[in-house]
């Protein structure tokens, strides 16, 4: 395995960054986002570099190492912090600080009325160095740090305008549910290091056959816990909706292209486990299944769109999520949908900011309408998001999504048919919704509030939706030209046997818009045709009143986790105030009470207290008395 | 008197005939140091008790602490003593009634328990030991014998002895000192304060202290020309510790004439 | 003549001397009071050094003297003090501790 010096600039950089422009402070407002976009940029460069000279070696030289310093050693358990490069790291080293440093530069404007957007900058950076780690790290250990610091980054961007307690609430939300797939993860590194005795990917990796299935079951599916609360995947999805009150760039790249991801990052990372515990796997697929149906439909009643996109990015990381729970054939498909997806979420978001920008920070989608003529660059790259989305060729999602659908049906048996099922129908759904965020916001008769005027935003936003559009196009041809994805991830990846082949590729792609366009046909009919209410009506359907409420996400979570742990807190500060406290005044009481009665005794006297010692005396010499008698 | 003591100390029952002599009288002079009201008869009573516990250091083989009793207690520390009691007031007398209710009776019965216990455990320790005596320790001479232990066994809390005696010295020093915080008036000052003051009342000086013509002692108020006593014709002090007579018997209905109309 | 009459002595001294320190008011004689216990310690030693046979007890003793005189001079320093800021000797009025 080759070693080099160079990977620590990837997570150096960005953290300098941060760590300038938080300890700088108001010296740096005027020079911080530009140094903020230049160490993220660089990291970018270095990534380039690194993926370069992987190029050059052969397929077993290509993971790099970087050993920083022994990190824990304690007994027979040692710990390195160590980076591992290889070529599954680089493709998400290249996506964070590609569409990171895109994203840097979509800032500098649109934040660019914020007068805190040094601390943005500074955030942005911290996120980018934790990232970094978390996709770098060579063991579960060196992992979970990442992991927990782009939770603090998350938490730190979602509550940016902290100042509005909604939003505070919001971060909370999305940090107190992390904590929940946080120590999951935690859960299982205990039990791997408890039952294999390393927590190094490598060494888990050589150990697993030696180790019960039972344990590595254990381990799995603790894993899957984490995935499903950094990823939002049921039942720990409901705070990525909230998330969405952080400033749009942080949707965009760490809600829709980057963190989510993380928890598809670690069960591929984690695929020597989870082809080992065949239960584990399959309940991946399962939550795969279920998210990317509750995504789909939740997204089909928002009216906010950077809401309507969280859950479509919900959603797409639950076909990523099934991906990856469909074992070694599915591995190098939920990785390319993930990359493919980072091009047109993050393009379609900062789309939605663009929007925002120029509608007065206006989210609800019954208020625009006909802005296609008064922005076109966002319409341009927005539909370019758009079709990749839908799966349309030559985009590209038609690459990524139907390949996830193709692999779902050839998984085999009535499992193969009904994932199948699923993920075309979530195909079919996804392009209902989609539809309709396009008609609501560029087509059609304009709604909007009179004081919004709207216009094309600068030069700094649209170039790097631009470049995103471009991303969204091209991605997926290029990553599947004589699958090259699929061949450049094969050396990490266990081989596959033969797959029965239920559906040919071309039936799949055939069924596949053939949803799509039933899909895009009921948005047409339903949204275009008619008038579109500014006002969200409210004489609808049960469902679709279940579905604007987030499929009763929150009120499940209310009813079975906060209301009974209020009641229990209640009884918890009854029991304290009456138990403990009482003791403890009881205690106060019992000295007061004594101290009342001793007062007495202290009467300043210099004789009385002359008096007790004699009589202390008196005692003292008693007891010798008694003693020595 | 030493010479008779040591004479005493030789055998034993001229010593018996001492202590039973000598050990009722320190009693009762420690006894009256708790009875008598005025504190100078407590220090002549304690005086003799020690010169009495110097008999019996000397009696006791203890030349050197029996000197050093005469000399230090009652020659030195007695003396201070006194001398603060002249400070403070020598002719103050005390009462005598207890203020503290219960201490009285609390005290006694500690003292009498306390007695008892301990001459019980002492009659215990003792009892049936006959006494080694110091002939042989005393073989040099008393005084080299202690010498000899002080400077060489004890040498090291003789040195702490005397570094504790230099700071105590010191620590009655600081204690006893009084720090001027005004300039003291000059006579100028002071002349200029009577006769530009308030009022001109005292610009002729106080009131000098006694009764004309029936009694004068600096411890009697003068009395002004209604009767009453002049507060401030006596010093603070005296008035302050209580030994300021009453003027009652000089005021003028009172003042005994028959004298006067004899002749 | 057995030397624990000397001992017996000693404790009926100290315990007048206790007696007094509690009894009187006057702050010179409570001090009076706590060198004649000192000085039945003291008799108390040097019977016990008589019994022994050895000046250890003497020793003892002399260093009790040294400790008392330090005592007696600081102890009278502060009764001056005192006496300069309340004009009074009696130990009952430096009651303060209690308010």
Known sequence: MTTSNSLV???????????????????????????????????????????????????????????????????????????????????????????????????????????????????????????????????????????????????????????????????????????????????????????????????????????????????????????????????????????????????????????????????????????????????????????????????????????????????QIGYMILGAGLGPVGYAFAIMHLLTHGFFKAGMFLGAGSVMHGMNDEVNMRKYGALRKFMPITFATFGLGYLAILGVPPFAGFYSKDMIIETAFNSGGTKGIILGSVTLLGAGITAFYMTRVMILTFTGKSRWDEEAHPHESPLLMWLPMAVLA????????????????????????????????????????????????????????????????????????VFTKIARQDLMQDRFNEAVFMRPGQQLTQVLVKTDEAVIDGAVRGVGHMAMGSGSLLRGVQSGFVRSYAALILVGAVLLIAAIWVVTN | MIDLALAVGQTQTPEAVMFWILAPLTVAAAFGMLLVKKAVHSAILMASVMINLAFFYIAQDALFLGIVQIVVYTGAVMMLFLFIL?????????????????????????????????????????????????????????????????????????????????????????????????????????????????????????????????????????????????????????????????????????????????? | MDAANYLYLSVLLFTIGAVGVVVRRNAIVVFMCIELMLNAANLAFVTFSRINGDLNGQVVAFFTMVVAACEVVVGLAIIVTIYRSRRSASVDDASLLKR
């Open chain 1, 9 to 315: 600039y990837l997570i150096a950089l960005p953290l300098l960054g941060a760590a300038i422009l938080l300890l700088a402070g108001r010296r740096a407002d005027k020079w911080g986002h530009i140094l903020g976009t230049v160490m993220s940029g660089s990291s970018f460069a270095v990534g380039l570099y690194q993926l370069s000279q992987m190029l050059g070696r052969s397929n077993e030289a290509r993971p790099v190492t970087q050993k920083l310093f022994e990190w824990i050693s304690v007994g027979s358990f040692k710990v390195d912090a160590a980076l591992l490069l290889d070529q599954l790291s680089i493709c998400f080293v290249l996506l964070i600080t590609g569409v990171g440093t895109l994203i840097h530069v979509y800032s500098i404007s649109y934040m660019s009325h914020d007068h805190d957007r040094r601390r943005f900058f500074a955030y942005l950076n911290l996120f980018i160095a934790a990232m970094l780690l978390l996709v770098l790290g060579n063991s579960y250990l060196n992992l979970y740090v990442g992991w927990e610091g782009v939770g603090l980054a998350s938490y730190l961007l979602i509550g940016f305008w902290n100042q509005k307690p909604a939003y505070a609430t919001a971060s909370k939300k999305a940090f107190v549910m992390n904590r929940i797939g946080d120590m999951g993860l935690s859960f299982a590194i205990m039990i791997a290091f408890a039952t294999v005795g390393t927590v190094s990917f490598e060494g888990i990796k050589e150990h697993v056959h030696h180790t019960s299935t039972g344990a590595l079951t254990a381990i799995g599916i603790m894993l899957l816990v984490a995935a499903t609360g950094k990823s939002a995947q049921f039942p720990l999805q409901a705070w990525l909706g909230d998330a969405m009150a952080g400033p749009t760039p942080v949707s965009a790249l760490i809600h829709a292209a980057t963190m989510v991801t993380a928890g598809v990052y670690l069960i591929t990372r984690s695929n020597f486990i989870f082809d080992a515990a065949p239960t584990a796997q399959l309940l991946v697929v399962i939550i795969g299944a279920i998210t990317l149906l509750f995504g789909a439909l939740i997204g089909t009643a928002k009216d906010d769109i950077k809401k309507a996109l969280a859950a479509s990015t919900m959603s």
């Open chain 1, 470 to 541: 471009i991303g969204s196009v091209s991605s997926g041809f290029l990553l599947s030209r004589g699958d090259a994805l699929v061949n450049w991830l094969a050396p990490l990846f266990q081989e596959h046997g033969e797959h029965s082949e239920l559906l040919k590729p071309i039936v799949v792609s055939g069924l596949a818009l053939a949803m799509v366009a039933i899909g895009v046909a009921i948005a047409f009919l339903k949204y275009s045709r008619q008038e579109v209410a500014s006002v969200a009506p409210e004489d609808v359907s």
């Open chain 2, 86 to 263: 002249m400070l403070v007031g020598v002719d103050s007398s005390d009462s005598l009634t207890e203020t503290i209710t219960g201490l009285r009776p609390i005290a006694i019965t500690a003292a009498v328990g306390f007695g008892g216990l301990m001459v019980s455990l002492l009659g215990r320790a003792t009892l049936g030991r006959p006494a080694i005596g110091l002939e042989s320790a005393n073989a040099n001479g008393n005084v080299k014998g202690l010498a000899q232990l002080l400077f060489s066994t004890y040498v090291w809390p003789f040195e702490v002895v005397s570094a504790l005696l230099i700071t105590a010295a010191l620590g009655a020093m600081v204690l006893a000192h009084h720090q001027r915080i005004q300039t003291r008036p000059t006579q100028r000052e002071l002349s200029t304060q009577r006769f530009r003051g308030i009022s001109l009342a005292n610009a002729a000086g106080l009131p000098a202290p006694g009764v004309f013509a029936r009694h004068n002692a600096v411890d009697v108020p003068a009395l002004l020309p209604d009767g009453s006593p002049a507060a401030n014709s006596v010093n603070a002090t005296l008035e302050a510790r209580g030994d300021m007579l009453a003027t009652g018997v000089f005021e003028l209905g009172k003042i005994d004439t028959s004298a006067g109309e004899e002749k």
